[in-house]
């Protein structure tokens, strides 16, 4: 390991039930994100998962998208608000687990502290859904959560749009493609991002020296590769580490963790964005672990990443949507 694992991450990795991911089948997949769901709302979740920030009202908002419905997971200030940030969110889980309610800590500080409004999209999830389901999920979700914005006090020239793990994937395609899209994104938030869904996910040498990390494990990683991402697909088309044109972005804040399997991607995507000319921010944070965010009781340095992220917006979006004094 490059550092020290927390010792309530430990303590909690010793006492779940292992979890042999290259035997696993389609169906256990599923049945093991239904049980993951289910744990989300007892009382170890909770503590896990941390609380939801008093100055938030939370509600579920149904999207209707060409062919499908999507729910999203709308996060606004308690004391009301209009014109504010937009903060487009998806979440982690590499494509075949999670759920939006696993980042309620983290987005409802934004939402109170920003504040902002905050949608975070439930796209479709693999194996029933194989990629790039999700990239479509995401681009038509940003579309019309912009278009709605007024709706609830979102700002539809403020956007911003982060994610987690594969979650940062969809953000960071998001951002590249919000030209296209017609969405003026003025921010991209990148945490512990996965960017590379080649088989060179498995030669960064992080991979390798944090092979025994208790969450994006080597095995959990080859299933989501196995699981997410159809034979014969080309993984390049998703990967924004491969994307040739990145210039003209919006600035991106990436946020790595010392003890995760992925880490070197961060490094290796902010050096792709700083030689198109973007403005990035990364920030490493050596004892924690992929997720970190999500499990704030766990790892004490996600305290500090989501200070950090709050402080990231609050400069790149609200004082560069300031007019200036004439």
Not at 27 to 34: G, M
Not at 73 to 95: E, M, N, T, V
Not at 152 to 164: A, I, R
Not at 201 to 216: K, L, Q
Request: charged share 20%.
């Amino acid at each position: 390991m490059r550092g020290t694992i927390p010792r309530k991450m430990r303590l909690l990795a010793a006492l779940a039930p292992k979890v042999d991911w290259d035997s696993m089948t389609s169906e256990q997949v599923i049945e093991l994100r239904a049980a993951q769901d289910r744990k989300l709302g007892t009382a170890l979740g909770t503590f896990i998962l941390g609380t939801v920030d008093r100055g938030t009202r939370i509600s579920t908002e149904a999207l209707e998208l060409p062919g499908r419905r999507l729910h999203v997971r709308l996060y606004r200030p308690a004391a009301g608000g209009s014109a504010l940030p937009l903060i487009i969110a998806f979440h982690g889980g590499g494509f075949i687990s999670g759920t939006p309610a696993q980042d309620d800590w983290l987005l409802s500080h934004l939402a109170a502290r920003l504040p902002a409004v905050v949608a975070s999209v439930d796209y479709r999830l693999a194996p029933e859904h194989p990629a790039p389901a999700q990239v479509a999920d995401a681009y038509d979700a940003t579309t019309s959560l912009v278009e709605q914005a007024a709706r609830w006090g979102g700002d539809p020239d403020q956007v911003v749009v982060l994610g987690s793990s594969a979650g940062a994937t969809l953000a960071a395609l998001t951002a590249i493609s919000a030209q296209d899209l017609g969405i003026p994104v003025r921010a991209q938030v990148l945490i512990n991002p996965q960017v590379d869904w080649t088989e060179q996910v498995f030669r960064y040498p992080s991979f390798t020296e944090n092979a025994d990390a208790p969450t994006a494990t080597p095995g959990n990683c080859r299933a989501v590769q196995r699981f997410a991402l159809p034979a014969g697909f080309d993984a390049r088309s998703m990967s924004p580490l491969y994307r040739e044109n990145l210039s003209g972005l919006a600035p991106a804040c990436i946020v790595a963790a010392g003890l995760d399997t992925l880490e070197d991607q961060s490094p290796a995507y902010a050096d792709r964005l700083r030689a198109a000319g973007v403005e990035v921010t990364l920030t490493r944070y050596p004892e924690a672990t992929h997720a970190f965010l999500s499990m704030p009781r766990l790892v004490p340095a996600a305290r500090t990443a989501r200070a950090d992220i709050l402080g990231y917006l609050r400069n790149h979006v609200l004082e560069r949507a300031r007019p200036t004094p004439g």
